[in-house]
């Protein structure tokens, strides 16, 4: 039997019980030892207790984790909160000396860096004289500034400025470019549009390998609207400016009254009570369920009775809602940017343009007066969509992981 390949991996965000960055790092470097030597070098503080908890009841000899702590400075942090990356910065510095000296003791095969999936801090483990791997990464993309008007007046403010430090950023920095660059190296993108700003400023060429993926959640069976049955819409997310759920509100206040339609909304946030007004102001709220927050197998079974999933984020990567929704048989409706527009094609969901903001509303309308009305398109799109989640799944990811590394050596 061949020895099996080692791979190190920076892993800053890693936890086998979290969602987001932490549940990302583990689903990768977990799928990865199925068929690797896999060296984890992770953040300390947060992350040691359960990873040490999880591998005491799950015995897994393919998985060995370093231990780094990283500073904080909580106060500082709510002065300003980009002191993050100084501080993260700093324990990249300690990931690369502990890299360099696990190097010499074990001659890994691969280095990957993998989260935080932020360009702007790409570690320094590309300086390592091996085959190297960057991603998935995110955060180059500006939002549209056509979008700018379903913003409230914070949003606009804040990612105004962002758009506008992110656009200085990205084409200023330095070490980025260098790490994307290296010879022998792969570069992924989570999103097609970032594959398309890799390309434009660091003149590489990148893979897509979304951030999140599904789990897939056994035999589904779509629900088939009956007759005389309301059109079951979810919506699940942070109630802040930038998931606009204002465009959804708005489109479905535009519906004539024989298009019978609930809401169900899922999640909480500081746009929460301002959102209510707006739904009670345009004479639909009497159509909305508000939740608020659910654990996670409730807000499943919540998406689990519904007809379709309505997306409305002007920024996002992908969103691990869209995975989940597409898992559970519900199309998808969405803007057509971001991570969406490469997880949503025509086979299990409707994307609308973001190039006429005028027509937003209009063509959300339009979108969910056509599932209403074609309930057999409807039932289509759900089926699909559950097949388009098996193109997301962790084992898919790490297949394409698979061809890249064995390409790279």
Not at 60 to 66: D, M, V
Not at 152 to 165: D, E
Not at 317 to 333: A, D, M, R, Y
Request: glycine share 6%; proline share 4%.
């Amino acid at each position: 039997m061949s020895k099996k390949l080692k791979i190190l991996i920076s892993c800053y965000a890693c936890s086998p019980y979290r969602g987001s960055e932490p549940g990302m790092g583990w689903s990768f470097v977990n799928g990865l030892s199925k068929f690797y030597e896999v060296h984890v070098i992770t953040e300390q503080k947060k992350w040691e207790k359960p990873i040490k908890k999880y591998l005491e009841e799950y015995k897994n000899e393919n998985l060995h984790f370093y231990y780094i702590r990283k500073k904080r400075m909580k106060l500082l942090r709510k002065i300003w909160p980009p002191s993050y990356y100084w501080f993260y910065k700093s324990w990249q510095k300690k990931a690369f000396q502990l890299a360099s000296d696990l190097e010499l003791k074990e001659n890994f095969d691969i280095i990957h860096q993998l989260n935080m999936v932020g360009y702007r801090e790409p570690g320094y483990l590309w300086k390592i004289n091996k085959p190297f791997v960057w991603g998935p990464i995110g955060g180059t993309e500006n939002v549209s500034w056509k979008l700018f008007p379903f913003f409230n007046l914070y949003g606009k403010v804040f990612y105004g400025f962002r758009n506008i430090l992110n656009s200085l950023e990205r084409s200023l920095a330095s070490r980025p470019k260098m790490a994307a660059q290296r010879k022998n190296a792969t570069i992924i993108a989570a999103t097609s549009e970032i594959k398309n700003t890799i390309s434009t400023l660091w003149k590489v060429n990148s893979q897509i390998i979304p951030e999140v993926g599904t789990l897939l959640i056994g035999k589904i069976n779509p629900n088939q609207r009956k007759e005389n049955e309301p059109l079951k819409i979810v919506w699940s997310g942070q109630h802040t400016s930038g998931k606009a759920l204002p465009i959804l509100l708005n489109s479905v206040s535009l519906l004539n009254v024989n298009i019978n339609y609930k809401i169900d909304v899922l999640g909480v946030g500081k746009e929460t009570k301002n959102w209510k007004n707006i739904a009670t102001k345009l004479n639909v709220n009497q159509n909305c369920n508000w939740h608020g927050w659910l654990e996670r197998t409730e807000a499943i079974n919540v998406m689990k009775n519904a007809h379709v999933l309505c997306i409305t984020s002007l920024k996002d990567l992908t969103s691990t809602v869209t995975l989940e929704g597409l898992s559970l048989g519900l199309p998808i409706i969405c803007l057509n940017h971001c991570g969406f527009s490469f997880v949503v094609n025509e086979s299990c969901g409707i994307k609308i343009d973001i190039s006429n903001p005028e027509q937003i509303y209009n063509d959300f309308k339009n979108s969910i007066k056509y599932l209403f009305e074609n309930e057999p398109e409807r039932f289509n799109l759900a089926n699909g969509a559950i097949k388009r989640a098996k193109d997301f799944s962790w084992d898919s990811k790490i297949n394409q992981l698979n061809n890249i590394y064995k390409k790279l050596i």
